[in-house]
Nanobody
């Protein structure tokens, strides 16, 4: 059974940084695309950033220049470095892995941005 386990969430003040991690229990992790989504209360889940198996990245316009997605295939892990966090970016952040008919989600990690 494939599991995606997110970690690294927490409470930070506006302008601070967090690094999220998502560890995947799946063989051949490197062939899958991965991404981070977030969902705030009362809002739809939205794409934050993605990185393909080939390393191509894509970001939501609102996070370009502040967030960075990366992956370590040797560790079956995808990361999201978030700098300059804003209060409105507080949400549950979810990890997604997809490709070759697969589509897996983690249970999420809560990020709260508040002074």
């Amino acid at each position: 059974q494939v599991q995606l386990v997110e970690s690294g969430g927490g409470l930070v003040q506006p302008g601070e940084s967090l690094r999220l991690s998502c560890a995947a229990s799946i063989s051949m992790f490197s062939i899958y695309n991965t991404g981070w989504y977030r969902q705030a209360p009362g809002k739809q889940r939205e794409l934050v950033a993605s990185i393909t198996s080939g390393g191509r990245t894509n970001y939501a316009d609102s996070v370009k220049g502040r967030f960075s997605i990366s992956r370590d295939n040797a560790k079956n892990t995808v990361y999201l470095q978030m700098n300059g966090l804003k209060p409105e970016e507080g949400a549950v952040y979810y990890c997604n892995l997809w490709g070759f008919g697969a589509d897996f989600w983690g249970k999420g990690t809560l990020v709260t941005v508040s002074s």
